[in-house]
């Protein structure tokens, strides 16, 4: 579905020199251009993928799979019913996560573990192009292609599989999950009244609300499974709080959650209270600043520490405030949004990169169905052209913390930073167009 484009947006194509000329450079340059890119990308998902994947399934270094390794032994325990928080220094994920960790590594001796989040890695890997390709509103063979690339060559996703994180299986969960529900929202199209049915409109009313609540069911549980790493996906849950029209999305999200908390509780001393109090006060002590491009990393430069909880919880607040105002947007521009504010809000190390893909999506698609005349396709289609250039290259220049990187390393880390925050910015007043276009359409109608 394509985002909604005002009246004043369809208007005919600008005559201006430098439109015609940035068509004219597309239209004869644009193809070998993808080519090059997919050349490059197809280099680098062989590279990447067999380098990690073998990581994954057999290394025995000090970082090869060690989340997974974690994930395994505060599974194991939780089960068991030995102490987790408190216990172990790493296990700083709330109760819920395990009952949702279990069906992946709860089951199985470590070395089937390990194949098996190999597999529904690269399983979740393909979704997440297959989607991509979906909603970026592609129209050629070599753009399907390109963006159905992008997720294996860029180097979030490897990084994932080489630590055995979770990025990977929850950014398409996620996305998926919330495209859904917000497609399900009254300003959307979600059915189709067929025409035998045309006489029997209550029976299509019937039909409809039944497709909807299926619709919701399955979304929900997608975006259940995604808050297994909350630091990655709690953002995001602004979208299901102010679905316009409708609060059926936030009452199945929550219950479904508390559901899988619940679950958990029954396998360790404590409560549903007392276990989620520990598991903060783990957390808290997690709190750090190993990664980069995130509010902790500035804080800390700033000596400015014991300001990290404050900052992000100032800055998840304000997401959720921006979420209620803009709630009618196009939802790839609220997807763009969240996903800024997960990678900025909290420590994230390189492997939680893949949240850039949301807004790289948001990217192509703002500068492919955006007129050449206007200002913001050539700032989309730029900015989607920097962040594919910074996730494909090289990852060990973002593995030290900040305090221990050479210049050539803070120099490409303050890169992604500012290029995130610009597109931040970018969606941000997006945003504010679209809405003060909508105003304007509906007070000439």
């Known amino acids: 579905m394509e985002p909604p484009t005002p009246a004043s947006w369809k208007q005919s194509e600008s005559a201006d020199a430098q439109a015609i000329w940035l068509k004219a450079i597309w239209s004869q340059h644009g193809q070998w251009l993808l080519q090059i890119g997919i050349g490059l990308m197809v280099a680098a998902a062989l590279w990447r993928f067999g380098l ?16 997974l390794l974690n994930r395994y032994k505060e599974v194991d325990r939780w089960f068991a019913g030995l102490p987790v928080y408190g216990a172990m220094n790493n296990a700083d994920y709330p109760p819920a996560s395990y ?6 590594v709860g089951w199985l001796n470590l070395s089937a573990a390990r194949w098996l989040w190999a597999i529904t890695t690269l399983m979740m890997v393909a979704w997440l192009g297959w989607l991509g390709m979906r909603e970026s509103l592609a129209t050629t063979l070599w753009e399907k292609v390109f963006i159905l690339l992008m997720p294996f060559a860029l180097y979030p996703a490897s990084a994932t599989i080489h630590m055995g994180q979770a990025a990977n299986h929850v950014m398409p969960a996620l996305v998926m999950g919330l495209l859904l529900l917000q497609r399900s929202r009254p300003d959307q199209k979600t059915t189709q009244q067929p025409a035998r049915l045309s006489s029997h409109p209550h029976l299509i009313r019937n039909i409809a609300i039944r497709n909807i609540v299926i619709r919701d069911i399955v979304a929900a549980v997608m975006v259940i499974f995604s808050f297994v790493k909350p630091t990655l996906s709690a953002p995001f849950f602004w979208l299901v709080c102010f679905t316009p029209g409708r609060w059926r999305p936030f009452f199945l999200v929550s219950f479904g959650y508390l559901t899988m908390a619940f679950i958990a509780t029954q396998f360790q001393i404590g409560n549903l209270l007392s276990l989620h109090v520990d598991w903060l006060a783990q957390a808290r002590t997690q709190l750090g600043t190993r990664g980069h491009a995130n509010i902790h990393t500035w804080l800390e430069a700033m000596g400015l520490s014991d300001w990290m909880l404050p900052a992000s919880l100032v800055l998840f607040a304000a997401a959720g405030i921006w979420t209620y105002r803009y709630r009618w947007a196009d939802p790839w521009i609220l997807l763009s949004v969240a996903s800024l504010v997960a990678r900025f809000w909290t420590d994230h190390r390189m492997f939680d990169d893949l949240l850039i893909w949301v807004p790289m999506i948001a990217l192509f698609r703002l500068a492919k169905v955006l007129p050449w005349g206007r200002s913001t396709k050539l700032i989309a289609a730029l900015l989607f052209t920097l962040n594919w250039f910074a996730l494909m290259g090289p990852a060990r220049f973002l593995s030290n913390p900040l305090s221990r990187s050479s210049p050539l390393e803070i120099a490409i880390k303050t890169g992604h930073a500012l290029l995130w925050l610009s597109s931040l910015i970018f969606f941000l007043v997006v945003a504010r167009q679209l809405v003060v276009r909508r105003h304007a359409v509906e007070a000439s109608s």
């Open 52 to 67: 990690e994947i073998s990581r994954l399934l057999w290394g025995e270094q000090v970082f090869d799979a060690i989340d």
């Open 99 to 104: 009952t949702m960790l279990w069906p992946l």
